[in-house]
């Protein structure tokens, strides 16, 4: 079992950048791809990012390419999402999950594929 701790959402004005963290529990963190979806009232929950196992890989929604980075630190048990230039249409709760996963395994980017999910941090944009 993971548990998943998410913590740095807020209220910001347009333009402006957060930093996300995700604090898991256990010991074996650095066996698990993690990723990042957010979902705003009436929309489906969305893909925004993910790292695998090699801090290397990664990928990202189209939508926040070059504006937000996704990262690990295996020694803390942690994955930051570093937002920046933050739009109105960022706004969404934001969700943490993992799912165990081999070497170099292909990013996944379908919410079924991660088995556990943190409870969520919410990030709001003002215009």
């Known amino acids: 079992q993971v548990q998943l701790v998410e913590s740095g959402g807020g209220l910001v004005q347009a333009g402006a950048s957060l930093r996300l963290s995700c604090v898991a529990s256990?010991?074996?963190?650095?066996?698990?791809?993690m990723g990042w979806f957010r979902q705003a009232p009436g929309k489906e929950r969305e893909f925004v990012a993910a790292?695998?196992?090699?801090?290397?890989?990664?990928d990202y929604a189209d939508s926040v390419k070059g504006r937000f980075t996704i990262s690990r630190d295996n020694a803390k048990n942690t994955v930051s999402l570093q937002m920046n230039s933050l739009k109105p249409e960022d706004t969404a709760g934001y969700y943490c999950?993992?799912?165990?996963?081999?070497?170099?395994?292909?990013?996944?980017?379908?919410?079924?594929?991660?088995?556990?999910w943190g409870q969520g941090t919410q990030v709001t944009v003002s215009s």
């Open positions: 790292i695998g196992r090699s801090a290397d890989n990664t």
């Open positions: 256990g010991r074996t963190f650095s066996s698990y791809q």
């Open positions: 999950a993992a799912v165990r996963s081999d070497t170099n395994v292909a990013i996944r980017m379908s919410s079924n594929d991660y088995d556990y």
